[in-house]
């Protein structure tokens, strides 16, 4: 999974992505990264983990920020920069991503239940849901 713990930016995936948003000046990584995941029956971990990434992005577009540290520099720095309307649409699909990635239709829900932080992942989760809703 490459990941080393359970934030939204704690995984090679994520911060791999962080990357990509740095190029763009709007919300299309973001929106592709949440249709990606919302077109998948079964969300594999990578773009579940993209789709998280984007998701904590929108909620500290909000200004709902979550954990800032070395791994979300980049995108913390992304967001300063840029004075951008969340769109209620994007929202809306980033709850169902959500909903659906804490499920078991989605392979970071599997991997995550295999582990001793599955209570803690979760949580995490919930809170992005609150952030990205308020």
């Excluded at 979550?66 to 992304?78: F, H, I, L, M, P």
């Excluded at 169902?96 to 295999?114: F, M, R, Y």
Aim: hydrophobic share 40%.
């Amino acid at each position: 999974m490459g990941a080393w713990g359970v934030g939204n930016f704690d995984n090679d995936t994520a911060c791999d992505w962080a990357y990509e948003l740095e190029e763009c000046t709007d919300l299309s990584v973001i929106e592709n990264s949440i249709n990606a995941a919302l077109n998948e029956s079964y969300i594999d971990s990578d773009i579940g983990s993209e789709a998280l990434a984007a998701i904590d992005t929108l909620a500290r577009l909000k200004g709902n920020s979550g954990v800032k540290n070395s791994y979300t520099e980049a995108v913390d720095s992304w967001v300063a920069s840029r004075k951008i309307d969340v769109p209620n649409e994007l929202i809306e699909k980033s709850q169902k991503v959500l909903s659906l990635i804490i499920t078991d239709s989605s392979e970071l829900h599997e991997l995550w239940a295999e582990s001793e932080d599955s209570e803690n992942w979760k949580e995490e989760i919930r809170l992005l849901e609150s952030r990205i809703s308020a």
